[in-house]
């Protein structure tokens, strides 16, 4: 008789966890703790005797002593970064530090995520312009470093797509309930990356805490199945989310190639070490572009020489691939912007005219506007009792807070919740386990009218702050408060679009300011696109409901609108660098919304405007970023000197290139940050400054090479600008022309408060190349 065979999982459960317990992970309580770092190296000096740099780091000549036992790298970085990452002691660290090898080593640390119609609102037209002219993006291929992917969704489908294109090197990563038949001519490549996730939290975290995750390139998130198919989901007819945003859902480049990179795991978020090896490998595969929908709290302002993403990202550009990144969700505060880098393209969020209104009818006849997603059983037709538990129960009563709220005073009513500190979609489940009929979700002061749909687990829907004041003086007030919710599906037409996400990120550059971020805003606001099967629509796990398709907002799904649109110009611009393709992004974007009024702010719509703090260069319209006349092009020599000028030393540059550098002289040298070739120009005046003059080099891409730019300025609060020559002539010998821009003004003002103005260069032939402008003055501490 044959003994019993063990299941080959729960075999495989055991050696994993033998083999990465938090017990061997993290020292003993008598040992010094452990912590992962990711170390530069510079790899020249390998001594010739180690075949690859991944024997030398694990041998005993790269180790730190005599007495030091060698080192078991997580991650060996080859390509954009030269180093390994290692979970080791602090004290082991600091001696890796000395070693004359060792150019900088920082901590890992974990980075949240940044959580149809959208492309069209963008430009893009059937069979016209530039989806047509791109073939829609065939043979491009974009690399999403994410949460993985669903590769069932019809999104990922293959179908009449040509041969994945001959320069591709990339695998598809088996893995549980992952065969490497999961990839196709769509889904290219899959790879997972969990050393650092691993060596942070232990590999059976995510089995003990009850979440459901493959160790694989599957997505149990969502998260990432929603991005890559946001930038290039294949054509897929009759979608919705329950009914929600029906028609046909398309990514921006719909025939573009997809490599999904799992670098991010469910309720973990992401870490530096392995969102490090995605950028390597990825590059390594041959993607031509990278999204990343990844990033820094708010006020993350790391230098570029301690930033894993922006050195990732740099080795990135410097081998000629893309990289665009979410702005960060920490808006409307100023100065929370993200991903600051500029030799990323930094993407905030607007709305589109698309919108899911509901509508709460309150006893005494008046009737609130709101938005929501919910598409289960609507309440009845009679009026419910209306409560709200922060009246009498405290602040975590308020936001409704797990555990916070009393079941029998709450049940079969209409809950009013506050919006902050737990999810929106958790506030619906607090209140369905406690026996509530229905929730409204209010804002207050710090989201102001800014709103988003979800998929509530019960019927609800959000409201703006005004709205939600009027609604708890009402249930305060009367004698026997009573609502109704009522709810009207899909909208579209809506006016004004595009405004300013509320969540979006704002400037100015906490870490820079001489660069303006965001660059420019895109869709990300109410997204329609594929989802993962291991999470319901509201990624609670509570939440039993399956969807093909879901709807979410932030600059998460902003990011590969802006990834799609830069797969589409490099498929009909081949010979654009990155810096080419973000210029032609920024100099066509638009700063009026469908009334032909400001873009506006939904954070605050009383103000006259949004500002370029807000948007960046504008909203992308890539009707017109195909041929957008004259580009700010920059390369890998450009950025150097750019370091240079914001005072990095030569060592410190070297993390970012791995090459050496030098640094020219200070003596007379009067470059700033403001020189870099970048296509907006901001101005910061110190101290008593008055004037300042920066410079720019534009190229001729249209598709006359003789032509003649006519220089036009607008500037207000009593800044003046000029512009040397105000003409520029190219030829078909004459491609580049370099001008000078001074802004000067009279004194600083009182208030200290930037101005903002545009410069554009108009051919007269439909070509307005324009960049904004902001002068800023710091005053000395």
Same mark, same amino acid.
């Given at each position: 008789m044959a003994a019993p065979r063990c299941p080959l999982p729960f075999l495989l459960l055991l050696a994993l966890l033998a083999l990465f317990s938090p017990a061997r992970l993290r020292a003993d309580a008598g040992e010094e703790p452990r912590k992962t770092y990711i170390f530069r190296v510079n790899h020249r000096a390998k001594p010739s005797v180690f075949p690859t740099h991944a024997?030398?780091?694990?041998?005993?000549?790269?180790?730190?002593?005599?007495?030091?036992?060698?080192?078991?790298?997580?991650?060996?970085?080859?390509?954009?970064?030269?180093?390994?990452?290692?979970?080791?002691?602090?004290?082991?660290?600091?001696?890796?530090?000395?070693?004359?090898?060792?150019?900088?080593?920082?901590?890992?640390?974990?980075?949240?995520?940044?959580?149809?119609?959208?492309?069209? *609102?963008?430009?893009?037209? /059937?069979?016209?312009?530039?989806?047509?002219?791109?073939?829609?993006?065939?043979?491009?291929?974009?690399?999403?470093?994410?949460?993985?992917?669903?590769?069932?969704?019809?999104?990922?489908?293959?179908?009449?797509?040509?041969?994945?294109?001959?320069?591709?090197?990339?695998?598809?990563?088996?893995?549980?309930?992952?065969?490497?038949?999961?990839?196709?001519?769509?889904? #290219?490549?899959?790879? *997972?990356?969990?050393?650092?996730?691993?060596?942070?939290?232990?590999?059976?975290?995510?089995?003990?805490?009850?979440?459901?995750?493959?160790?694989?390139?599957?997505?149990?998130?969502?998260?990432?199945?929603?991005?890559?198919?946001?930038?290039?989901?294949?054509?897929?007819?009759?979608?919705? @989310?329950?009914g929600y945003?029906?028609?046909?859902?398309?990514?921006?480049?719909?025939?573009?190639?997809?490599?999904?990179?799992?670098?991010?795991?469910?309720? /973990?978020?992401?870490?530096?070490?392995?969102?490090? /090896?995605?950028?390597?490998?990825?590059?390594?595969?041959?993607?031509?572009?990278?999204?990343?929908?990844?990033?820094?709290?708010?006020?993350?302002?790391?230098?570029?020489?301690?930033?894993?993403?922006?050195?990732?990202?740099?080795?990135?550009?410097?081998?000629?691939? *893309?990289?665009?990144?979410?702005?960060?969700?920490?808006?409307?505060?100023? @100065?929370? #912007?993200?991903?600051?880098?500029?030799?990323? /393209?930094?993407?905030?969020?607007?709305?589109?005219?698309?919108?899911?209104?509901? %509508?709460?009818?309150?006893?005494?006849?008046?009737?609130?506007?709101g938005v929501s997603l919910y598409s289960g059983k609507p309440l009845p037709n009679s009026s419910l009792p209306l409560y709200y538990p922060g009246r009498t129960g405290g602040l975590s009563a308020s936001l409704c807070m797990e555990n916070s709220i009393d079941p029998s005073l709450v049940k079969g009513k209409i809950v009013v919740c506050d919006r902050g500190s737990s999810p929106r979609v958790a506030k619906g489940m607090v209140v369905k386990e406690a026996g509530g009929a229905a929730m409204v979700l209010t804002n207050g002061e710090a989201n102001g009218e800014g709103l988003v749909g979800d998929a509530h687990v019960l019927p609800a829907c959000a409201v703006g702050e005004k709205e939600g004041d009027a609604l708890k003086a009402y249930a305060a007030n009367a004698s026997n408060p009573t609502a109704t919710i009522t709810f009207g599906g899909t909208v579209v037409g809506v006016k004004p679009a595009p405004v300013v996400a509320s969540f979006s990120a704002r400037g100015p550059n906490g870490l820079v300011p001489e660069i303006l971020k965001p660059d420019f805003i895109a869709p990300g606001v109410n997204i329609l696109a594929a989802w993962t099967g291991a999470a319901g629509p509201t990624g609670l796990e509570g939440d039993a409901r399956r969807t093909e398709f879901n709807i979410l907002s932030g600059t998460s799904m902003a990011c590969p609108h802006a990834s799609g649109a830069a797969a589409l110009l490099r498929s009909a611009h081949p010979g654009w660098s990155p810096a080419a393709i973000r210029s032609a992004l920024m100099t066509t974007a638009f700063v009026t919304d469908n009334r032909g009024g400001p873009v506006g702010d939904e954070a605050d719509p009383g103000r006259a405007a949004a500002t370029p703090f807000d948007y960046g260069a504008g909203h992308i319209m890539l009707g017109k970023a195909m041929d957008p006349?004259?580009?700010?092009?920059?390369?890998?020599?450009?950025?150097?000197?750019?370091?240079?000028?914001?005072?990095?030393?030569?060592? %410190?540059?070297?993390?970012?290139?791995?090459?050496?550098?030098?640094?020219?002289?200070?003596?007379?040298?009067?470059?700033?940050?403001?020189?870099?070739?970048?296509?907006?120009?901001?101005?910061?005046?110190?101290?008593?400054?008055?004037?300042?003059?920066?410079?720019?080099?534009?190229?001729n891409v249209g598709a006359q090479a003789s032509a003649t730019y006519t220089a036009r300025v607008q500037m207000a609060g009593g800044v003046t600008m000029a512009v040397k020559p105000e003409k520029l002539v190219f030829s078909s010998a004459v491609k580049k022309q370099s001008f000078a821009v001074t802004v000067t003004a009279a004194s600083a003002p009182a208030t200290a408060a930037p101005v903002h103005g545009d410069l554009v260069w108009s051919d007269g032939e439909g070509h307005d190349v324009r960049s904004p402008i902001v002068v800023t003055w710091l005053q000395p501490m």
């Open positions: 024997h030398w780091y694990a041998s005993a000549a790269f180790a730190s002593s005599p007495a030091a036992p060698p080192l078991e790298p997580l991650h060996v970085y080859n390509t954009v970064f030269h180093g390994f990452s290692a979970s080791v002691p602090a004290s082991r660290a600091e001696e890796l530090r000395r070693h004359p090898a060792v150019l900088a080593a920082f901590e890992d640390r974990a980075r949240p995520l940044h959580t149809t119609r959208s492309p069209q *609102f963008m430009g893009l037209r /059937a069979r016209l312009g530039l989806w047509s002219l791109a073939d829609y993006g065939s043979d491009v291929i974009v690399g999403v470093l994410d949460t993985g992917v669903w590769p069932e969704r019809r999104s990922l489908s293959d179908r009449n797509l040509p041969p994945v294109p001959s320069r591709w090197r990339g695998g598809c990563d088996a893995g549980p309930t992952f065969p490497s038949s999961s990839c196709n001519r769509k889904l #290219v490549g899959a790879r *997972f990356f969990s050393q650092g996730h691993d060596a942070h939290y232990g590999v059976a975290a995510a089995a003990s805490n009850g979440s459901v995750e493959f160790m694989s390139p599957r997505d149990a998130d969502g998260h990432g199945t929603h991005t890559a198919t946001t930038a290039a989901g294949s054509v897929a007819y009759a979608a919705s @989310m329950e945003a029906p028609g046909v859902a398309k990514g921006v480049a719909p025939k573009a190639r997809v490599a999904a990179y799992k670098v991010c795991w469910k309720g /973990a978020g992401c870490m530096d070490s392995d969102i490090l /090896a995605g950028f390597d490998r990825a590059v390594a595969d041959g993607v031509d572009l990278i999204s990343v929908s990844i990033g820094g709290g708010s006020g993350v302002t790391a230098p570029f020489y301690l930033d894993p993403i922006a050195i990732g990202a740099y080795g990135a550009v410097s081998r000629g691939v *893309f990289v665009a990144t979410s702005a960060g969700n920490e808006g409307p505060t100023s @100065m929370s #912007v993200t991903n600051v880098a500029p030799w990323l /393209a930094t993407v905030g969020a607007g709305t589109i005219d698309r919108n899911f209104p509901a %509508e709460i009818v309150l006893g005494d006849g008046t009737r609130l506007s006349g004259l580009v700010y092009d920059a390369g890998e020599d450009d950025y150097v000197a750019f370091m240079c000028s914001i005072g990095y030393e030569p060592n %410190e540059i070297e993390v970012v290139t791995h090459k050496p550098v030098s640094c020219r002289s200070s003596n007379g040298d009067t470059s700033s940050g403001s020189d870099l070739n970048y296509p907006s120009i901001s101005v910061v005046l110190r101290g008593g400054d008055q004037s300042r003059t920066v410079t720019r080099t534009a190229t």
